[in-house]
């Protein structure tokens, strides 16, 4: 059996659907799905967006977000990632596309567990508002019994060897040796120019934003949903992880550059920035110097440390491979 199919069905491995997502979740079972991830278009001038006034654009949001809803088992959750939605008015004024949702959402009965704050450096300069650097992914469970697995993402602590000082503890390390967890600011490099997943679509999710996702909030066979699937971002990272992928993208050309990322996937041949790879700090250089890679105190090893732990030093061992010193 091909790796992918053209529409949905329970026992594939990933589904790449061309077309409209509501025709695709009409055809989704009820409590089929473990996770829904998504970024919808939000009317910032993108390609493929036609401009709509704010009131049919959440009457539209609505709709599908309660197709996600039927969809999703008990212990699932929904993950929607959105910016801003400009106002095409004299105004131009921003709606934080995350406050107007939240009230359909909530209305649905979901609960909300945390609204992430994914930063970026790269994006548009404005030149009569603050550059816009950082995006929301609000996180839903249907229930309050949900499946959450956060040792799958922990990443490094910034002194894995500190133990207690005094105390009953004392001598005992005092953070967890599995890592930490990764909180709800979440900075991860935006896919621009010299990216090295970039496809031609302007906005596609990194690998590693969705995978912090499908390893915390799905098990290995589960089904992962992305209505607005764009370049296969999602479903790639699902099949991956050895998920199931679904997905519907309503541009030809981005359902072509899809399939053959969910097919690089399935073969273990994706192309991915590596899940905690250092972000790169260029300092200043002195005069003829080259510019220098600083690394950030945030992932500085502790040279005291005797950690021994084998998720920790596969961490560590990750960023040796890029060339940070110990
Ligand atoms: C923000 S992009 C998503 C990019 C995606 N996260 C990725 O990593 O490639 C939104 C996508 O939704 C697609 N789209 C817009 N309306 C749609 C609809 N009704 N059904 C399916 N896809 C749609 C657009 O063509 C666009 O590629």
């Not at 695709?24 to 993108?46: A, H, M, R």
């Not at 296969?232 to 072509?256: D, F, L, Q, W």
Request: aromatic share 8%; net charge positive; charged share 25%.
């Amino acid at each position: 059996m091909s790796v992918i199919s053209a529409k949905f069905h329970k026992e594939a491995k990933a589904v790449v659907f061309q077309g409209d997502c509501r025709q695709l979740l009409q055809s989704v079972p009820d409590q089929s799905i473990q996770l829904v991830v998504t970024s919808p278009p939000y009317n910032v001038g993108k390609s493929y967006e036609k401009h709509r006034r704010l009131d049919d654009y959440l009457a539209d949001q609505e709709k599908v977000i309660k197709e996600c809803v039927r969809v999703l088992r008990p212990g699932g959750s929904i993950c929607w990632q959105v910016g801003n939605y400009i106002r095409r008015d004299k105004s131009g004024g921003i709606v934080p596309l995350d406050i107007v949702l939240h009230p359909i959402f909530s209305s649905l009965g979901l609960i909300l567990r945390n609204r992430v704050i994914w930063h970026f450096e790269h994006g548009l300069h404005c030149t009569k508002r603050l550059s816009g650097r950082y995006e929301t992914i609000l996180w839903y469970t249907k229930s309050d019994d949900y499946y959450f697995d956060l040792d799958s993402i922990r990443v490094p602590q910034k002194y894995p060897g500190k133990k207690h000082f005094k105390g009953p503890k004392a001598g005992q390390l005092s953070c967890n040796p599995l890592g930490k967890n990764p909180g709800d600011v979440w900075i991860i490099p935006n896919v621009k120019h010299n990216h090295v997943e970039k496809t031609g679509h302007p906005c596609q999710f990194p690998i590693e934003l969705v995978e912090r996702l499908i390893l915390s909030m799905s098990r290995p066979g589960d089904w992962v949903l992305d209505p607005y699937a764009g370049v296969g971002s999602t479903m790639a990272a699902a099949v991956r992880n050895g998920r199931r992928g679904a997905g519907a993208e309503i541009e030809p050309k981005y359902v072509k550059v899809a399939k053959e990322r969910v097919k690089a996937a399935a073969a273990g041949l994706l192309k991915v920035r590596e899940r905690n790879t250092p972000i790169f700090v260029p300092t200043a250089p002195a005069r003829g110097q080259p510019v220098r890679l600083v690394v950030p105190e945030a992932v500085q090893i502790d040279p005291a440390s005797d950690e021994k732990s084998t998720e920790q030093l596969r961490l560590l061992q990750k960023r040796a491979s890029y060339g940070v010193k110990p």
